[in-house]
């Protein structure tokens, strides 16, 4: 393409737009390229092309596997390795190996390790939280609950008063020296003393 097509175009002046650039590209390729043999396989690309059609579609698991990313870590000998902020666990066995990290960019809390081109199980994140890519744009946090109308801790506070008045200790009933009375008749005696005044 560099030593018979742009050197033909030069220094563009001759091409008007993209579209005339386009359709010399397509006559080129079509005319030139596609029909003189090629030097390694000594036949032309358009009849090599046409020999192996029909083309196999790929299967789903080979689409997702051509568009995973992949970094190198070195695993530290905690058994773990550090990958865009995060930190994951591997298998104890690869501590001081370098290894193949596979995940899907918008998905850092699944990251495949393969070791040797064989596949070595998932890496686990270290801390529960937001696993992604760093350019994938964070999520917007969810607003507060809408309020209920009910006022909850008003009546645990009552609850909680009632239960204290149930159980609370008397004071005038230790220092006149008879048996302390049961929770229950405390509540009667004081309620007739009350009345009697």
């Not at 081109?117 to 529960?128: D, E, M, N, S, V």
């Amino acid at each position: 393409m560099r030593q018979e097509f742009l050197v033909e175009i030069g220094d563009g002046s001759s091409v008007a737009d993209l579209a005339q650039l386009n359709k010399l590209f397509t006559a080129w390729h079509e005319t030139v390229y596609h029909a003189r043999p090629h030097g390694e396989t000594g036949q032309p690309p358009i009849q090599r092309w046409l020999a192996g059609a029909p083309f196999p579609a790929p299967s789903p698991e080979q689409l997702r596997e051509a568009f995973l990313w992949a970094e190198w870590r070195l695993v530290a000998k905690t058994a773990t390795i550090k990958l865009f902020g995060g930190a994951y666990e591997t298998d104890p066995a690869l501590a001081g190996r370098r290894v193949e990290c596979v995940f899907d960019p918008f998905d850092l809390a699944a990251v495949e390790i393969r070791w040797n081109g064989k596949p070595w199980g998932l890496a686990r994140p270290q801390h529960i939280g937001r696993h992604s890519h760093p350019k994938a744009k964070p999520e917007a946090p969810a607003g507060p609950p809408p309020a209920t109308g009910i006022d909850y801790l008003g009546i645990i506070a009552a609850e909680h008063d009632q239960a204290a008045r149930r159980h609370r200790i008397r004071c005038h009933a230790l220092a006149e020296g008879g048996p302390a009375p049961e929770p229950g008749q405390q509540d009667s005696q004081q309620d007739g003393q009350q009345d009697g005044q």
